[in-house]
């Protein structure tokens, strides 16, 4: 399985009018000429930022600033769910400018590295899973250099029917100085209810911790940030618990999402209950400060969210930064 680069001369692409051009992207017509563009293209994850982040608009949800690193994970359910879904996503994003999203559910491969496009503040990576749905994530070039893009648990479908994608990500300052890096990781476990599927995402779980742990054992990168649709409840007591394995281990691992989740907030909407969540290893703590962590309720401020976007809300966490 093969991890899916944007490809940056792909650019050349906004030389096209803009008037329309989301929806364009989604014609018939157009989709021939931009499989063939495609295929003319090569390129690779840019290296660096070009200029300062500078200040951004926030949804009124919680403000951010070139100081603040700010993250976000985010099923799309789907991508695009309609003619109409690019647009608003389009929107969402522009208005809430997270650093780093964490993307989960994206089935229109060439939809999506075409609406990167449309946005040259951001660069993304994906890697294709189950039924073609890929899980991925998007980032800001300003404000973050990424590299040794890789898939995992490529071959273990029962525990990750979606392969997981992981990437060492470095927040750099106004003058390019690294302010924060660390290893980042999306997953989209097992869904469903039923027995065996609770059972496949346990054994994901125990499988991220062994993982985890091997790496933090080299004495390498120590800071690590696990993003995505776990598919399943902190809260959940007893057997039914599959996070059992990390949550015995609070010196080494946090869930930024637990205290949302045990305070009543959720993020899956048809049936409420808080199960995209935010891990990290205790070391990118220090960097978290006094940061904060929120469950962003777009279904209430953008109208038809659930109808053409996703039924999942973003979950985002805001590092303060020393």
Request: aromatic residues 10%; contains cysteine.
């Amino acid at each position: 399985m093969q991890v899916a680069r944007f490809d940056r001369c792909s650019r050349r692409i906004a030389s096209l009018p803009r008037r329309g051009v989301r929806e364009e992207a989604l014609s018939r017509h157009l989709g021939i000429v931009w499989v063939t563009f495609l295929v003319a293209c090569s390129g690779s994850v840019p290296s660096g930022p070009s200029r300062d982040a500078g200040p951004r608009r926030d949804g009124g949800f919680a403000t951010s600033s070139t100081k603040a690193f700010s993250l976000m994970t985010w099923n799309l359910e789907n991508f695009p769910k309609t003619p109409q879904t690019s647009t608003v996503v389009s929107a969402l994003l522009d208005e809430l400018a997270p650093d780093l999203v964490g993307v989960q559910e994206i089935d229109d491969e060439a939809t999506f590295r075409f609406f990167l496009t449309q946005h040259p503040d951001y660069d993304g990576s994906w890697v294709r899973g189950e039924q073609r749905i890929a899980v991925g994530y998007m980032y800001r070039v300003d404000r973050l250099r990424v590299s040794n893009v890789e898939s995992l648990f490529r071959t273990d479908r029962s525990a990750f029917p979606r392969s997981p994608i992981q990437a060492f990500v470095e927040v750099l300052g106004p003058d390019g100085e690294v302010r924060f890096d660390f290893n980042f990781i999306t997953v989209h476990l097992k869904a469903q209810v039923d027995f065996d599927s609770q059972e496949r995402r346990r054994d994901a779980i125990e499988k991220l911790d062994d993982y985890l742990t091997t790496q933090l054992a080299t004495g390498g990168e120590q800071d690590w940030i696990v993003v995505g649709d776990y598919n399943d409840r902190l809260t959940d007591s007893g057997a039914r618990n599959v996070f059992t394995r990390m949550l015995d281990q609070p010196d080494k691992y946090t869930f930024l999402t637990r205290g949302l989740e045990e305070g009543g907030a959720y993020s899956y909407i048809p049936i409420p209950g808080f199960i995209d969540h935010i891990l990290v290893t205790n070391d990118a703590l220090g960097e978290y400060g006094a940061g904060k962590t929120e469950v962003l309720e777009l279904e209430r401020t953008q109208e038809g969210y659930v109808a053409l976007v996703s039924d999942h809300r973003p979950v985002r966490a805001i590092f303060e930064l020393p």
